[in-house]
């Protein structure tokens, strides 16, 4: 398949397909001219692909959680120690995110609580 036709089936521009080859994340073959040649499974792995980014994972966590991806329909990823301590950074990351979040939002109510009406 080549990267005109995955775009159209993944809704992926063809400028973000090869971002994404670029990150090591999709491996197309080379044809006699040249043209990237994707295997019958990269719409799988494309959607894999921007469910992990949706999820607040980079393109490097997900490079290293690829090769532990399951291909089955719950779209899971094989535990391991890299995996599980990817996962769990990432979750620690955004929960230490809403914390903070949630402290400027009270200061907020606090300094608005202060305000005077005009």
Known sequence: MLIGELARRTS???????????????????????????????PERVGRIRDMLAAGLSTEDIRSLLPCAIDHVDKGIQACDK???????????????IAA??????????????????
Not at 101 to 114: G, M, T
């Open 12 to 42: 992926v521009s063809t400028r973000l397909l090869r971002y994404y080859e670029e990150q090591g994340l999709l491996q197309p073959q080379r044809d006699s001219l040249g043209y990237r040649s994707y295997p019958a499974n990269a």
């Open 83 to 97: 995996s599980v301590n990817v996962v769990e950074s990432r979750q620690s990351d955004l929960d230490n995110k």
């Open 101 to 118: 979040l949630e402290q400027q939002r009270a200061l907020l109510a606090v300094q608005r609580a202060s305000m005077r009406e005009a």
